[in-house]
């Protein structure tokens, strides 16, 4: 496929695939972002990942034109480099930094912002300040550091563009070493 740009799509969880019979929201809106992006561009090599505690003994390794592989922590980064684009759930903690943390400076970060973590994860303790807040600072460095790297964020509605353009501004505000473009949710550099 000489040409061809390579795509990495990761989920924790599996996808819609035969031998699935259970499938979480993640994994159908990774599922959702490789079928959309396969029949738009049909020359794209994308790949979609999920975690290996998931793995089914005679798993689908295709499916509608679409490579589909597992991940643990240990291959995750490796996995990778090998990519032209990585599209992840920034959210997705540990993993989301260990694979950010050794992507090449050429690849692109494409962030799946769909859930809002800075709202959610603290308001799973909102009854006790304190373990809310101590929550929230726990995680910020796992949701930030993917942040300040990625290239393009998803996001699926205007409010949900806001929000992010105001964590994103929070964020490089205190670094200056982006600024945003309105027309694209793309950050340069």
């Not at 689908?60 to 589909?68: A, K, L, Q, S």
């Not at 959610?120 to 006790?128: F, G, H, I, K, T």
């Not at 994103?168 to 490089?172: G, K, P, S, T």
């Not at 205190?174 to 982006?178: A, V």
């Given at each position: 496929?000489?040409?061809s740009?390579?795509?990495?799509?990761?989920?924790h969880g599996?996808?819609?695939t035969?031998?699935?019979?259970?499938v979480?929201?993640?994994?159908?809106?990774?599922?959702?972002?490789?079928r959309?992006?396969?029949?738009?561009?049909?020359?794209?090599?994308?790949?979609?990942?999920?975690?290996?505690?998931?793995?089914k003994?005679?798993?689908?390794?295709?499916?509608?034109?679409?490579?589909?592989a597992?991940?643990?922590?240990?291959?995750?980064?490796?996995?990778?480099?090998?990519?032209?684009?990585?599209?992840?759930?920034?959210?997705?903690?540990?993993?989301?930094?260990?694979?950010?943390?050794d992507?090449?400076?050429?690849?692109?970060?494409?962030?799946?912002?769909?859930?809002?973590?800075?709202v959610?994860?603290?308001?799973?303790?909102?009854?006790?300040l304190l373990?809310e807040?101590?929550?929230?600072?726990?995680?910020f460095?796992?949701?930030?550091?993917p942040?300040?790297?990625?290239?393009?964020?998803?996001?699926?509605?205007?409010?949900q563009?806001?929000f992010?353009?105001?964590v994103?501004?929070?964020?490089?505000g205190?670094?200056?070493?982006?600024a945003?473009?309105?027309?694209?949710?793309?950050?340069?550099n």
């Open positions: 496929m000489q040409g740009k390579r795509v990495l799509i990761v989920s599996p996808f819609p035969p031998e699935q019979n259970r979480e929201g993640g994994g159908l809106r990774c599922w959702g972002l490789a959309g992006l396969k029949s738009n561009n049909p020359s794209l090599d994308v790949t979609v990942v999920h975690h290996d505690s998931y793995a003994a005679n798993s689908t390794t295709e499916f509608e034109g679409i490579r589909i597992t991940w643990n922590h240990e291959t995750i980064a490796a996995m990778a480099r090998a990519f032209d684009s990585v599209v992840i759930s920034y959210c997705m903690g540990e993993a989301a930094v260990r694979l950010i943390r992507l090449l400076s050429h690849q692109q970060l494409i962030l799946d912002c769909y859930v809002p973590i800075f959610e994860v603290p308001a799973r303790e909102s009854s006790d373990r807040q101590a929550g929230y600072l726990r995680e460095p796992s949701w930030t550091e942040l300040r790297r990625g290239d393009f964020f998803l996001v699926a509605s205007t409010a563009e806001r992010y353009r105001g994103l501004a929070a964020l490089e205190i670094t200056g070493k982006k945003v473009d309105s027309d694209a949710m793309n950050v340069k």
